[in-house]
């Protein structure tokens, strides 16, 4: 067996590898890159595979550093089985077609503004061809056993969002653990991830390889920040994902509204694919901790504005307000616009409740920029930005560290290490280095293992 590391490398995002058998080709994730231009540009590079000898892609879970990449392989030629969990397929549903219109909005803004060296650029993919890819999935539960070719699979829950899997394969007499990227024991929204069987090797996530999340309450850390904005009279903006951290923000506010512990005050939801996907969180309650009647409360305590109308109509609310909304990174979305009229407010408070990947505008917001560009405009840094890392869906190092013992892997199993930044994938394989016995290594860009 040969694997391939096409993504998911020296960086969180791109997550994409190549499994190979004398006779079979999966690809484990099919993620976009994103932050750094020079990781946005592999998404236009042709992979290392011939894409009509690809057998099948099997997904992990539904977030775009996973997944977004599925149109480009179907707008290519690819017509295989995208193998993955029922409630992946049903979120991918929602993300990809809004992926492929971000594409096109990005296409056209960049045409209109001279901004790109091609006299016309196109998109990576339209929204036409992200939703005609979902044509290819074939949903799955976890513990049902699949099959390509000479390949063996299954999903098992890894936490950290809806649907969210680590992928165990099994091929030529070896068996092979993808985490996926691995939730938390205490998640407020999801249920701890499952500890892996006994595996040949690991390729394991790193994101919070180096860092440790805060151990003080969200439910505490987040209705401090709430009354502080309250009391000041300004705005919350919380630039959040829309799959899980929009979630855990609605639900977190709804109990600290209902227990007094915050003022009632209006909360906007002001992104239409986080108001689907509460719909669709709604609809598998199975998968995590909240009850019906939580997740009811969670969608009736936030006000939704679906149509651009009404999410300009949020400009002329009385203060105090709080307002969610794409993208959690502040790469694109809505949250710039509102960026733009209230980050120059030193009442204004930007609360960051996700991972800010390099590169990105959050990142910068978090090392404490005097100003962000936003449209081709600077617009000064007055706001106070705030982070409240608990909310975080992945584990930090401890926990990765407490699931993998957890685990039946014996004392000396390969790990690769992927998607994490540079400094996150090293302190993890120091720290792992140092505490167990695994054999730890971080995996490079194109690197192939032969097992
Ligand atoms: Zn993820």
Same mark, same amino acid.
């Given at each position: 067996?040969?694997?391939?590391?096409?993504?998911?490398?020296?960086?969180v995002?791109?997550?994409?590898?190549?499994?190979?058998?004398?006779?079979?080709?999966?690809?484990?994730?099919?993620?976009?890159?994103?932050?750094?231009?020079?990781?946005?540009?592999?998404?236009?590079?042709?992979?290392?595979?011939?894409?009509?000898?690809?057998?099948?892609?099997?997904?992990?879970?539904?977030?775009?550093?996973?997944?977004?990449?599925?149109?480009?392989?179907?707008?290519?030629?690819?017509?295989?089985?995208?193998?993955?969990?029922?409630?992946?397929?049903?979120?991918?549903?929602?993300?990809?077609?809004?992926?492929?219109?971000?594409?096109?909005?990005?296409?056209?803004?960049?045409?209109?503004?001279?901004?790109?060296?091609?006299?016309?650029?196109?998109?990576?993919?339209?929204?036409?061809?992200?939703?005609?890819?979902?044509?290819?999935?074939?949903?799955?539960?976890?513990?049902?056993?699949?099959?390509?070719?000479?390949?063996?699979?299954?999903?098992?829950?890894?936490?950290?969002?809806?649907?969210?899997?680590?992928?165990?394969?099994?091929?030529?007499?070896?068996?092979?653990?993808?985490?996926?990227?691995?939730? @938390?024991?205490?998640?407020?929204?999801?249920?701890?991830?499952?500890?892996?069987?006994?595996?040949?090797?690991?390729?394991m996530e790193s994101t919070y390889g180096n860092r440790q999340?805060?151990?003080?309450?969200?439910?505490?850390?987040?209705?401090?920040?709430?009354?502080?904005?309250?009391?000041?009279?300004?705005?919350?903006?919380?630039?959040?994902?829309?799959?899980?951290?929009?979630?855990?923000?609605?639900?977190?506010?709804?109990?600290?509204?209902?227990?007094?512990?915050?003022?009632?005050?209006?909360?906007?939801?002001?992104?239409?694919?986080?108001?689907?996907?509460?719909?669709?969180?709604?609809?598998?309650?199975?998968?995590?901790?909240?009850?019906?009647?939580?997740?009811?409360?969670?969608?009736?305590?936030?006000?939704?504005?679906?149509?651009?109308?009404?999410?300009?109509?949020?400009?002329?609310?009385?203060?105090?307000?709080?307002?969610?909304?794409?993208?959690?990174?502040?790469?694109?979305?809505?949250?710039?616009?509102?960026?733009? @009229?209230?980050?120059?407010?030193?009442?204004?408070?930007?609360?960051?409740?996700?991972?800010?990947?390099?590169?990105?505008?959050?990142?910068?917001?978090?090392?404490?920029?005097?100003?962000?560009?936003?449209?081709?405009?600077?617009?000064?840094?007055?706001?106070?930005?705030?982070?409240?890392?608990?909310?975080?869906?992945?584990a930090d190092y401890l926990?990765l560290t407490?699931?993998?013992?957890?685990?039946?892997?014996?004392?000396?199993?390969?790990?690769?290490l992927?998607h994490g930044d540079p400094e996150a994938l090293e302190g993890l394989r120091v720290h792992l280095q140092e505490n167990?016995?695994?054999?730890v290594?971080v995996?490079?860009?194109?690197?192939?293992?032969?097992?």
């Open positions: 067996m040969r694997i391939t590391f096409i993504g998911g490398t020296e960086t995002t791109g997550s994409k590898f190549l499994v190979e058998t004398e006779t079979t080709k999966v690809l484990v994730d099919c993620g976009l890159f994103q932050g750094y231009k020079w990781l946005r540009e592999r998404n236009w590079q042709p992979l290392p595979v011939d894409i009509e000898n690809l057998d099948a892609v099997i997904l992990t879970h539904a977030h775009l550093d996973h997944s977004g990449y599925i149109p480009v392989l179907y707008k290519r030629g690819f017509r295989g089985p995208v193998f993955t969990h029922h409630a992946t397929k049903a979120l991918c549903q929602i993300l990809l077609a809004d992926s492929g219109h971000i594409q096109e909005e990005d296409a056209k803004y960049y045409s209109k503004h001279n901004l790109s060296k091609h006299a016309h650029p196109e998109p990576l993919y339209d929204r036409k061809t992200a939703e005609a890819s979902m044509a290819l999935f074939q949903s799955v539960d976890f513990d049902e056993q699949g099959e390509v070719g000479d390949i063996r699979f299954h999903l098992q829950p890894a936490g950290h969002i809806l649907g969210a899997a680590s992928i165990i394969l099994e091929a030529d007499s070896k068996r092979i653990g993808f985490s996926g990227d691995v939730g @938390r024991f205490d998640d407020v929204l999801m249920k701890p991830p499952r500890p892996l069987p006994k595996l040949d090797l690991l390729l999340h805060d151990t003080q309450d969200s439910f505490q850390q987040l209705a401090a920040v709430v009354n502080r904005v309250a009391k000041s009279g300004g705005v919350l903006l919380v630039p959040a994902f829309a799959v899980g951290r929009a979630q855990a923000l609605q639900h977190l506010l709804a109990t600290l509204m209902d227990k007094g512990d915050i003022p009632k005050m209006p909360i906007y939801l002001d992104s239409p694919m986080a108001i689907k996907v509460s719909d669709v969180f709604c609809q598998y309650s199975d998968q995590h901790r909240l009850t019906h009647e939580q997740c009811h409360r969670m969608c009736d305590v936030v006000t939704y504005t679906r149509t651009v109308d009404e999410s300009k109509a949020i400009a002329g609310q009385a203060f105090p307000h709080i307002i969610i909304a794409g993208s959690g990174m502040a790469t694109g979305g809505r949250i710039l616009h509102h960026f733009k @009229r209230l980050l120059d407010n030193s009442k204004t408070t930007v609360l960051f409740t996700g991972y800010q990947a390099g590169g990105t505008r959050g990142a910068k917001m978090l090392e404490g920029v005097d100003a962000v560009k936003i449209h081709g405009a600077w617009i000064p840094l007055r706001a106070t930005v705030e982070v409240i890392s608990g909310l975080s869906g992945h926990e407490q699931w993998l013992t957890q685990s039946e892997l014996a004392d000396t199993t390969p790990i690769q992927i167990t016995k695994y054999k290594a995996a490079g860009y194109r690197d192939i293992l032969r097992l």
